[in-house]
């Protein structure tokens, strides 16, 4: 029971409620009608994709295409370059973010000020003006085509930064204090005290890290080339149609495929998702 | 306080360390504080290389760039003095690619704070099976920008897709939406709410979950109605929420790319392009990265001015109350 049914009345109180299923209901179904569709012509045949007679479930679902994409080796490369890029990009980025932030929020020094505001500088232009030359960089170290340079660019995000500084901010002080009476240097108390009980709040970023490197588009459009050597599931599945002709079953099957770790991770993770939000001191 | 937390840190405790800035200065505080002002550079060390190496250096070495001829094929024309730059402020796609981005920012982000809202407010109390609605409308943040982009392709479609014939339904005639220029952008933007509307769903239903319980019942043995708790107690308290929203909204809309890449390549007649694609196309298509140069700092001298004219502005009026 909460508070804002104790006033209203029974006879309100129940037509607001079915209202506001009904509303809730509806846009469910906006959001889930997609994924019911994508995994619909994942399984039709190209043939029932292109005719405008509706069907609920494809006559002759083509679960062959399943193996058909596990045997391509570009694909199974790009699954592969995903994983590593998301997994090795997001833990590390926290990694570094975390200390930044840590050190922001706690340690009264001269560079704290102007590296601040040096982050919401960063906060603001990123992607944009770096884009251009970050990609002469990489290209200038031959780390074209190569995880390297998927990678290497992307991991300081200035963003986790400041979520991680506004975290600390909130975090009490009398247990690192502990830590360092009893004789535990910087370090040490960073890793065995204060980043552990970070750990529900950087889960939350971790989820939010493996969708954004996961799904991330622009920077291997112009780094991963077309080799399997940093090919990505995401250029993977944006050069299918090009390179396999109109197989939309095809594409729709592999972006299903692709969409499968990014849902376990975020089934696992999910508990930490709002709680690790409402920690960041954005409460009200 | 300075300026920047003010605007972005709408609600936080004091800084901790303010207490150690007053006070007399004894021998041993004063070591301390050398202590300090070592641990802090070593901590910000792994970012700042990152830092220095993949934005600053790259910052200024892009505005060197821009007064070169630096091209893909790695030819090197060496120093063109404010060529590019002259030459993109006179080009006519600079100002309309720059303008579809102000227009996709605007549209783009008031649905997306006020409908997160929304969504958040209608699922958040008494509407049992909250994991259910959390995971619903979070879900298509999860799809990547080319699922998302082939899917609203078809679902554009004037033929076969599924906008037109609910639409014809009703007898109602639907647009070719990605390709007529008066529907084009509309429609990129209703995709991007549908898509990314999750994310500011979830940090309102944190918020909302942070409101204490107290408050409204107080306010209903005050005999508050439900509007009234909603305006005296929900707003408010989702202000600082807001704030945020809103400004990292602000910033990805800014950089919007993936999608309007993907559907309409930045037509029709480059109608939808965003400054990003027409950077993109002159660097990466064109191949000129100088020139592409040059565009990025006309962009990012924009959303400077605009971000501190916003400063001042709020600095103003928060000394005001």
């Known amino acids: 029971m909460t508070a804002q049914m104790h006033i209203v009345g029974s006879g309100r109180r129940s037509t607001g409620l079915v209202l506001r299923y009904v509303v809730a209901s509806v846009l469910a179904l906006v959001f889930l009608i997609p994924f019911y569709a994508m995994v619909k012509t994942a399984l039709s045949t190209n043939e029932e994709i292109y005719t405008s007679e509706f069907t609920l479930w494809p006559a002759h679902p083509q679960w062959q295409r399943i193996p058909e994409l596990f045997a391509d080796p570009l694909f199974l490369a790009a699954l592969r370059n995903s994983a590593i890029m998301a997994a090795v990009s997001t833990s590390l980025s926290i990694l570094i973010a975390a200390l930044a932030g840590y050190a922001l929020a706690r340690i009264p020094h001269r560079a704290a000020k102007p590296m601040f505001m040096l982050v919401i500088i960063v906060l603001l232009v990123p992607a944009t003006t770096a884009f251009v030359p970050n990609f002469i960089i990489v290209a200038s170290l031959g780390w074209i085509g190569t995880l390297r340079g998927l990678i290497i660019p992307g991991l300081f995000s200035a963003f986790n930064v400041f979520l991680f500084r506004q975290f600390y901010l909130g975090f009490p002080r009398e247990v690192e204090e502990a830590a360092y009476i009893d004789g535990a240097g910087f370090f040490r108390t960073f890793f065995t005290v204060v980043f552990p009980n970070t750990l529900p709040f950087a889960s939350a970023l971790t989820v939010l890290g493996l969708i954004g490197s996961w799904n991330a588009f622009l920077w291997p459009l112009v780094v991963a080339g077309n080799g399997q050597g940093a090919m990505t599931v995401q250029i993977y599945l944006s050069s299918f149609l090009t390179a396999q002709t109109f197989d939309y079953g095809g594409l729709f099957m592999a972006a299903t495929i692709s969409l499968l770790p990014v849902l376990l991770v975020f089934f696992i993770l999910q508990r930490f998702l709002v709680a690790g939000i409402a920690a960041t001191g954005l409460k009200g | ?321």
Request: net charge positive; aromatic share 14%; with cysteine.
């Open chain 2, 1 to 321: 306080m300075t300026t920047a937390d003010g605007v972005t840190v709408p609600r936080t405790s004091p800084r901790p360390n303010a207490a150690l800035t007053g006070g007399p200065i004894s021998e041993g505080r004063r070591r301390r504080r050398r202590a300090e002002n070592i641990r802090g550079w070593v901590y910000c060390l792994p970012f700042l290389i990152a830092f220095g190496l993949f934005l600053i250096w790259p910052t200024i070495y892009g505005l060197w760039m821009s007064f070169t001829g630096t091209s893909l094929a790695g030819t090197k024309t060496g120093f063109v003095g404010l060529a590019n730059w002259t030459e993109a402020l006179g080009d006519a796609n600079v100002w309309t690619s720059l303008a579809n981005t102000a227009v996709f920012t605007v549209l783009s982000s008031i649905p997306l704070v006020l409908i997160a809202m929304g969504l958040a407010i209608l699922v958040n109390v008494g509407l049992p099976g909250q994991w259910f609605w959390r995971l619903a409308f979070f879900l298509p943040f999860l799809l990547a920008s080319t699922v998302v982009s082939k899917f609203w392709n078809w679902m554009y479609n004037p033929q076969l897709g599924l906008v037109n014939t609910v639409l014809g339904w009703f007898g109602i005639t639907g647009p070719a939406w990605l390709q007529d220029p008066s529907t084009a952008m509309i429609s990129v933007v209703i995709t991007t709410v549908w898509w990314t509307i999750g994310f500011n769903f979830l940090l309102y239903l944190a918020a909302l979950q942070n409101i204490p319980d107290q408050l409204y019942e107080a306010a209903s043995l005050d005999g508050a109605g439900r509007w009234r708790k909603f305006r005296s107690i929900t707003v408010p308290q989702l202000a600082p929420t807001t704030v945020l929203v809103l400004v990292l909204q602000l910033l990805s809309s800014l950089k919007v790319f993936d999608q309007i890449y993907q559907m309409t390549s930045g037509g029709p007649g480059g109608d939808t392009r965003p400054v990003l694609l027409y950077i993109y196309e002159v660097g990466f298509t064109g191949y000129r990265l100088g020139y592409a140069s040059a565009i990025s700092y006309i962009f990012f001298f924009m959303i400077i001015i605009v971000s501190l004219a916003y400063m001042v502005i709020s600095s103003r009026r928060s000394v005001k109350a």
